[in-house]
């Protein structure tokens, strides 16, 4: 915990289905998360998002703000920002991210764009949290998620933070994947319990070794 507070950790359900197979993952790890102490929440995207991003030149209004009218501006602000770790629970849809998980990060443009009258604040707010990935599909082949995992390491990189795991489950009918032989429901309920205790490593050329 932080000298204050427990550690937040923010977890988001990126699929259109709230008992599906990401949603039985995203609660096995809320329950980790909150059986170690953490300030850990569980959100729906459905419920904050109901379009994607525009274009922001259109779309802002005299004061530079977004004029789409959703819930999306104040999980942002109030939640997101406020998050010392993130998890984000897809499906692997088309051998990519949910429509809802891509959309939650196309809409952040519209907050770190120096166009954004608080962009700078925003940009050193998004930066330094944990994150991790917790995914499910029907189909089992070792790189069946391979694009959502890499897809969370780099936007770790782009904003200085830590990917610190990717879980993935298999499951063939809504909520299966608690039957998932090779312990994903275990490894999600690990990765909550541990948000903010595994190590992290990430070497550069000129890291002190």
């Known amino acids: 915990m932080t000298a204050d507070r427990p550690y937040r950790l923010l977890i988001l359900v990126a699929s259109p289905?709230?008992?599906?197979?990401?949603?039985?993952?995203?609660?096995?790890?809320?329950?980790?998360?909150?059986?170690?102490?953490?300030d850990a929440s569980l959100h729906f995207a459905d419920d904050l998002m109901?379009?994607?991003l525009r274009d922001c030149r259109d779309?802002?209004?005299?004061?530079?703000?977004?004029?789409?009218?959703?819930?999306?501006?104040?999980?942002?602000?109030?939640h997101f920002l406020d998050a010392d770790g993130f998890a984000l629970a897809s499906p692997v849809y088309w051998y990519g991210m949910s429509a809802q998980a891509k959309a939650f990060f196309d809409r952040m443009f519209c907050y770190v764009a120096r166009s954004y009258p608080d962009s700078q604040r925003v940009r050193?707010?998004?930066?330094?949290?944990?994150?991790?990935?917790?995914t499910a599909s029907e189909e089992m082949y070792p790189t069946i998620a391979l694009s959502l995992v890499n897809q969370m390491q780099e936007y770790a990189r782009y904003t200085h933070s830590q990917f610190v795991g990717a879980?993935?489950?298999?499951?063939?009918?809504r909520g299966s994947v608690a039957e998932d032989r090779h312990?994903?429901?275990?490894?999600?309920?690990?990765?909550?319990?541990?948000?903010?205790?595994?190590?992290?490593?990430d070497y550069r050329v000129d890291s002190v070794r």
Do not use: W
């Not at 289905?17 to 953490?38: D, E, K, M, P, Y």
């Open 124 to 134: 050193e707010r998004i930066q330094g949290k944990r994150v991790a990935l917790l």
């Open 50 to 52: 109901q379009t994607f």
């Open 183 to 201: 312990g994903a429901m275990a490894a999600a309920e690990a990765l909550g319990r541990q948000f903010f205790e595994r190590p992290h490593a």
């Open 59 to 78: 779309c802002r209004d005299e004061h530079g703000r977004c004029r789409i009218d959703d819930g999306y501006a104040d999980f942002f602000f109030e």
């Open 167 to 173: 879980v993935h489950g298999q499951g063939d009918r």
């Open 17 to 38: 289905r709230r008992n599906g197979n990401s949603a039985v993952l995203a609660q096995a790890a809320l329950r980790g998360a909150q059986a170690a102490g953490l």
